[in-house]
């Protein structure tokens, strides 16, 4: 059974750091892009980053580009994302959300539940 | 940057009622668009990949069309479990995997 499980949300000030982390299981992580997509409250989808199977390759919105890194750790089955400098903007739950596909193109067969990031002072 | 619209952003329909949504893509995407189902609450679950092909699991009630930049996507008889909001999504064009606003099929 394929299990996305995210973790790293909660409140944090304006211009502070998060990192958010996804524990997977059930299916060859290695194999699979990976991506990041995040739900402002009461708002609707949108994809933030994503990264290749091997983590040679990744991507950015222009909303957090410069901002965001996403990267991968294949040995433990896990997916980062990396917030510095965050806004009160960027307040959403992040859902992180495995690619059909190893390079990044979508659709998005398994999602995670999703972890709460509030950016507030 | 693509840029998908949906219509209507409600619909009401009783359940047993088919229910027909709309996306259109600012340029061609090809059928390279996705369907996906959100109730309150709970993540994203994927319908319709390639405009017409349904995700495992996906009952056959669930159908997706189109081509190019118009697609719908129809319930033919709604369940109850089936009023929630629905995304489409491209990945025609690469960055970002734009989604949609959503539209919400509520109950009448």
């Known amino acids: 059974e394929v299990q996305l499980v995210e973790s790293g949300g909660g409140l944090v000030q304006p211009g502070g750091s998060l990192r958010l982390s996804c524990a997977a299981s059930?299916?060859?992580?290695?194999?699979?892009?990976m991506s990041w997509v995040r739900q402002a409250p009461g708002k609707g989808l949108e994809w933030v980053s994503a990264?290749?199977?091997?983590?040679?390759?990744?991507y950015y919105a222009d909303s957090v580009k410069g901002r965001f890194t996403i990267s991968r750790d294949n040995s433990k089955n896990t997916l980062y994302l990396q917030m510095n400098s965050l806004r009160a903007e960027d307040t959403a739950v992040y859902y992180c959300a495995k690619d059909v596909h190893v390079v990044p193109a979508a659709p998005y067969d398994y999602w995670g539940q999703g972890t709460l990031v509030t950016v507030s002072s | 940057e693509i840029v998908l619209t949906q219509s209507p952003a409600t619909l009401s329909l009783s359940p047993g009622e088919r229910a027909t949504l709309s996306c259109r893509a600012s340029?061609?995407?090809?059928?390279?668009l996705a369907w996906y189902q959100q109730k309150p609450g709970q993540a994203p679950r994927l319908l319709i990949y390639d405009a017409s092909n349904r995700a495992t699991g996906i009952p056959a009630r669930f159908s997706g069309s189109g081509s190019g930049t118009d697609f719908t996507l129809t319930i033919s008889s709604l369940e109850p479990e089936d009023f929630a909001v629905y995304y489409c999504?491209?990945?025609?064009?690469?960055?970002?995997?734009?989604f949609g606003p959503g539209t919400k099929v509520d109950i009448k």
């Open positions: 059930g299916f060859t992580f290695s194999s699979y892009a």
């Open positions: 340029q061609s995407v090809s059928s390279y």
């Open positions: 990264i290749s199977g091997s983590g040679g390759s990744t």
């Open positions: 999504q491209q990945r025609s064009n690469w960055p970002p995997r734009a």
